[in-house]
């Protein structure tokens, strides 16, 4: 496994505690209430469960095994997909921090073009990759 | 494909179909307001039979059989873990199913303890299947 999947597999296994945390959380205050600012956690559960476990896991899966190059380097120009893990997380935290914390809307703006811009960079990297056995 | 994988996708796809069905049920009661029994726990129910129990339980499955092995001896870590890991997820999701509908309905004490049980398990998967695949996220 190439180290920047690495990176991406195990942020998003760090995502999967995070959010399953923020969802026990709230669903242990369901039962027997005893904190009711933690139903502020709901948007960030969405964000760390479906953008930070679910998209990462399948970016960082993508990036291992999709076809390789037989010459150059095997996964071409890597910049776009480490651009993506950066844009990405940013983008996870501007957008459940700010929803948490009850920040400027600009701020979830900000934290969802970052990660429209890791979906363009990811593509950009991949799209020579999705190749079949006839090249 | 190891038997354990095959447990988790033969669930998923149990759960996919669950998830369609509660979809169904859910459009109908807005189609036909009044006409069908439910409840506000339908919607969570709906959500969380999809995430969980469709998109996590695949993932678990495939990467338990994907993932480079942890070694020769134990290619899979521990199959014990793995498998305490299914049951946790499973047994917390539907748990969680049955105590939501629960709580939302009568709201008896009982059905709000067995929420709390239902967030336990669920908590102890994730952390169960992190544990127990970690190492195999390796550069090998």
Same mark, same amino acid.
């Given at each position: ?5 690495? !990176?991406?597999?195990?942020?998003? +296994? ?19 209430? +005893?904190?009711? &600012?933690? !139903? ?9 469960? &479906? ?17 390789? +190059? ?51 960079? +990811?593509? !950009? ?11 | 494909?190891?038997?354990? %994988? ?15 069905? %509660? ?32 998109? %996590? ?80 996220? %390796?550069?090998?």
């Amino acid at each position: 496994m190439p180290t920047l999947s690495i !990176w991406f597999v195990r942020t998003a +296994f760090s995502y999967l505690v995070l959010g399953f945390t923020f969802g026990a959380l709230m669903l242990a205050n369901k039962g027997v209430p +005893f904190a009711a &600012t933690l !139903w502020r956690l709901r948007p960030a559960h969405i964000e760390l469960l &479906t953008i930070g476990w679910v998209v990462q896991l399948a970016l960082g899966v993508a990036y291992w095994i999709l076809p390789r +190059f037989w010459e150059g380097p095997a996964r071409g120009n890597t910049t776009g997909a480490y651009l993506a893990y950066g844009l990405l997380n940013g983008g996870i935290w501007l957008v459940a921090l700010s929803t948490w914390l009850g920040l400027s809307p600009g701020l979830q703006l900000a934290g969802r073009l970052a990660e429209a811009g890791a979906a363009l960079s +990811f593509a !950009w990297h991949i799209w020579p990759r999705i190749v079949g056995r006839e090249g | 494909m190891p038997p354990l %994988t095959r447990w988790y996708v033969r669930s998923s796809f149990l759960y996919l179909v669950a998830t369609l069905v %509660t979809g169904v049920w859910l459009a109908a009661r807005a189609v036909w307001p009044g006409s069908l029994p439910g409840s506000s726990a339908l919607s969570p129910i709906y959500f969380h039979l999809f995430m969980i129990g469709w998109v %996590t339980q695949l993932i678990f499955g495939i990467a338990n059989w994907m993932f480079p092995v942890y070694t020769r001896e134990a290619p899979r870590r521990s199959e014990r873990l793995g498998s305490a890991t299914y049951a946790l997820l499973n047994t917390g999701l539907l748990l969680r199913i049955v105590a939501e509908a629960g709580v939302a309905g009568a709201g008896a004490t009982g059905w709000r303890w067995l929420l709390g049980g239902a967030v336990l398990l669920l908590l102890l998967a994730a952390l169960a299947f992190v544990v127990n695949t970690w190492g195999r996220v %390796t550069g090998k």
